[in-house]
């Protein structure tokens, strides 16, 4: 089993900055990590993910503003926020991938909003 625990979410200006925060309790290895945010209803998009080996990927609506981390000793993943736009409002969901069994697990989601 994963478990998720996310922090960091809040209010913030148009062109400030937010880092979420997600530690993973788990007795997996987890292969990769990310944050996506709702896109639909009952869908979610990719905002951006990491691997444990370091490889990342990110959505272009956020390619140079955000930064995807990991510390892998600690089980954590950290996403900062910079240059915040309005449109980046929406609920944030940690997402831990265990490929050796085939798992996703997620996160209950953080909110960030973003005032303009």
């Known amino acids: 089993q994963v478990q998720l625990v996310e922090s960091g979410g809040g209010l913030v200006q148009a062109g400030g900055s937010l880092r979420l925060s997600c530690e993973a309790v788990?007795?997996?290895?987890?292969?990769?990590m990310g944050w996506y945010r709702h896109y639909a209803v009952d869908q979610r998009e990719l905002v951006a993910t990491i691997t444990s080996g370091g490889d990342t990927d990110y959505a272009d609506s956020v390619k140079g503003r955000f930064t995807i981390s990991r510390d892998n000793a600690k089980n954590v993943v950290y996403l900062q926020m910079n240059n915040l736009k309005s449109e980046d409002t929406d609920f944030y969901f940690c997402k831990a991938e265990v490929w050796q069994y085939g798992h996703d697990y997620w996160g209950p989601g953080i909110q960030v909003t973003v005032s303009s």
């Open positions: 788990r007795t997996y290895t987890i292969d990769r």
